[in-house]
């Protein structure tokens, strides 16, 4: 497709279907649109740099940021903010010093942006369609993207979706290998490939489909597509917008609702990056009367672990904070344990102890198995009886490890521990956690199938689940929950979400920290919902005095989020 | 025209060609790949369906229908 040139600096590929209008605008650094009005409804999406739009009267800046390759000190998700305007709404735009690449959607079309494409046959004006839905955005409101909600449209598609009143916008993610058969609908389709790519089926054949392509599909036209093994993440603009779509949004908000009540945003309670003690990459939150505790482990840019610089916090619910102990320890996972106290993993000093809320180790609870030292205990949770199970991934600075490989252990409740899986049956087992009846014990795997992972297993990025024995023993194993993967990994055919802790409540819903976000399922193991964070989510737990906080770390930070469910946490 | 031309056999017949005709160019665009599709909407078994309110005129698109473009 040409450029068209909008104005000086102002560039755009421009490409139309029958009722909507797409622009794929490139601005210089600092270029600008004049103020003008605008002579359709217009969906304006920052892919790239930074905008300044007018919106009712006032410049207001719009921003795209992508997801930052995560370290030991930070990490970024990514954010694509945009605005819906109305026809006869007034715009100006003035590009960010890095420039901007913008998306803009018009329905129906704009008349100038089709006469400096060249077209010179042209309407006196642009009829909209005569019966529009409701929009499922507000008018001049600055959104991110990613606030929006995964619908499942079909098996292996999940889509974010935008409707305007005459067009809608799914911005959809479809897993790798998948595929989509021969269907049709009414609403006319442009298909533009974001990432990843596919085999688009179309009638009886087949075209390739890579990122910017794009693809027209008419009114009830046979198509489906065969996704490659990198998945796909296109955006889908239909024209009308799908009602079927619409639906199907509302049933998985219905459902999202019931957790997280609507409107419901995580809130910063903590910055321990501007206040002290300084806080790094934070783990493992546990609530224990009216306390939050939580590890705060010091890891530099390259994951080098510092117990000297490490400590274990105590978090009030208003924002207070401070040491229990620092500098002696690297601690990770913990849980409420026997008398009051703490259970914690020592990943660094390759030991599991229980401490008091002080900070004082009352005894070293498991340091060896089989004989030799266990390396990294990660996570842990206590059963009813007075046991425990910890997850050890092997996270550790020596290069030479104790045990054989990356496991899950039980320890009884007269201390014998077992190993309950095989060496490095997970590539990285991580969050561990039993369901409130204690019949079903959870593990997810945190990386998995990465040229820089020295582990690969069949674990992949699922929560698998397991029939917990009268023993504390597990069996029948079985993939309980798909883990959305990021866009970044899926383009290295990875399979790491970096599931890491969880949390769950009375009915069994689990809450998972991840990549790209807080994962939601139900206790059948079905998606629910995420929870967008600006870093990823480390770990997390309920609290509160009705025990329906959700407190998530994030590296420095800490957030608290209402919910409508009850936490559980078996305190022995 | 008046009315009376229905009258007459042989206007009748051409007036309503053209209705029919005319009709099913409106509800029912026909393109080059319609046979293919018509046919692949019985293999596979499909409904199809319509939407009302869309605008009578509409102006064409500068994507082919069903090619992919870069």
């Given at each position: 497709m040409p450029d068209v040139k909008l104005g000086d600096g102002a560039t755009a590929k421009l490409f139309w279907g029958t009722g909507t209008m797409v622009a794929v605008i490139q601005l210089d650094s600092n270029a600008t649109i004049a103020e003008e009005t605008l002579p359709a409804d217009r969906f304006l999406f920052v892919l790239k740099g930074s905008v300044d739009q007018l919106i009712d009267g006032k410049m207001t800046t719009l921003i795209a940021l992508d997801r930052e390759a995560p370290d030991g000190t930070h990490s970024g998700t990514p954010k694509t903010e945009f605005v819906y305007l109305e026809k006869g709404a007034k715009s100006a735009l003035k590009a960010g010093a890095q420039g901007a690449k913008l998306l803009e959607i018009y329905s129906p079309f704009r008349m100038d942006y089709l006469q400096k494409a060249?077209?010179?046959?042209?309407?006196?004006e642009f009829a909209d369609i005569t019966n529009p839905m409701a929009a499922n955005v507000e008018a001049n409101k600055v959104y991110d993207l990613y606030d929006f909600h995964l619908t499942e449209?079909?098996?292996?598609a999940y889509s974010r979706l935008i409707s305007g009143k005459n067009t809608q916008l799914s911005f959809i993610s479809m897993e790798p290998n998948s595929t989509f058969p021969h269907h049709i609908h009414p609403e006319e389709q442009m298909m533009f490939v974001m990432r990843g790519g596919c085999e688009e089926i179309l009638l009886d054949g087949k075209q390739k489909m890579e990122v910017d392509d794009v693809v027209r599909i008419p009114s009830n036209f046979v198509h489906g597509a065969e996704i490659g093994d990198l998945g796909c993440d296109a955006l889908d603009i239909f024209w009308p917008a799908r009602p079927d779509y619409l639906e199907k949004e509302k049933s998985r908000l219905q459902a999202l609702n019931a957790i997280i009540p609507a409107g419901s945003m995580p809130s910063l309670i903590v910055d321990g990056s501007k206040t002290k003690p300084t806080l790094t990459f934070s783990e493992g939150p546990k609530w224990l009367n009216g306390k939050v505790y939580f590890s705060n482990m010091y890891f530099d840019q390259n994951w080098t672990a510092d117990p000297k610089k490490s400590s274990i916090v105590e978090l009030d619910p208003t924002g207070a904070y401070k040491n229990?102990?620092?500098?002696k320890m690297q601690t990770n996972g913990l849980y409420p344990y026997k008398n009051g106290n703490l259970i914690v993993c020592d990943m660094i000093g390759h030991r599991i102890v229980e401490m008091t809320t002080?900070?004082?180790?009352?005894?070293?609870?498991?340091?060896?198995f089989d004989g030799k030292g266990i390396d990294g205990p990660n996570d842990i949770i206590t059963d009813a009886k007075g046991g425990f199970y910890f997850t050890d991934?092997?996270?550790?600075?020596?290069?030479?490890?104790?045990?054989p490989g990356r496991a899950v252990y039980y320890v009884t409740p007269d201390g014998k521990v077992n190993r309950?899986?095989?060496?490095?049956?997970?590539?990285m087992p991580n969050g561990i956690l039993l369901s409130p009846d204690g019949k079903t014990l959870y593990i997810n795997n945190?990386?998995?199938?990465?040229?820089?992972?020295?582990v690969n297993s069949e674990k992949d990025n699922f929560i698998w689940a397991y029939d917990v024995q009268e023993d504390g023993s597990i069996k029948n194993?079985?993939?309980?929950a798909k883990l959305f993967l990021t866009g970044n990994v899926l383009d290295r055919k990875g399979r790491s979400t970096s599931a890491d802790g969880m949390a769950i409540d009375k009915q069994g819903n689990l809450y998972v920290s991840t990549y790209y976000g807080v994962q939601i399922f139900n206790n059948k193991g079905e998606y629910v919902g995420m929870i967008n964070l600006p870093s990823f989510p480390v770990s997390l737990c309920f609290g509160g005095a009705d025990m329906k906080t959700l407190f998530i770390v994030s590296y420095s930070k800490v957030y608290k989020i209402d919910t409508n469910m009850e936490g559980f946490v078996q305190y022995l | 025209m008046t009315f009376n031309a229905v009258k007459k056999p042989m206007y009748a017949i051409v007036i309503f060609g053209f209705l029919v005709s005319f009709l099913q160019c409106k509800t029912e665009p026909k393109y080059e790949w319609s046979a293919v599709n018509d046919q692949l909407i019985k293999e596979h078994n499909l409904t199809v369906r319509e939407i009302t309110g869309l605008p009578e005129q509409v102006f064409e698109s500068n994507?082919?229908?069903?090619q992919v473009k870069i």
């Open positions: 060249g077209i010179t046959e042209l309407p006196a449209l079909a098996t292996g229990i102990s620092e500098g002080k900070g004082e180790v009352v005894k070293v609870l498991v340091d060896k991934p092997q996270f550790t600075m020596e290069p030479e490890k104790s045990q309950l899986t095989e060496p490095n049956e997970f590539a945190c990386y998995d199938n990465e040229s820089w992972y020295p194993g079985r993939a309980f | 994507l082919e229908a069903a």
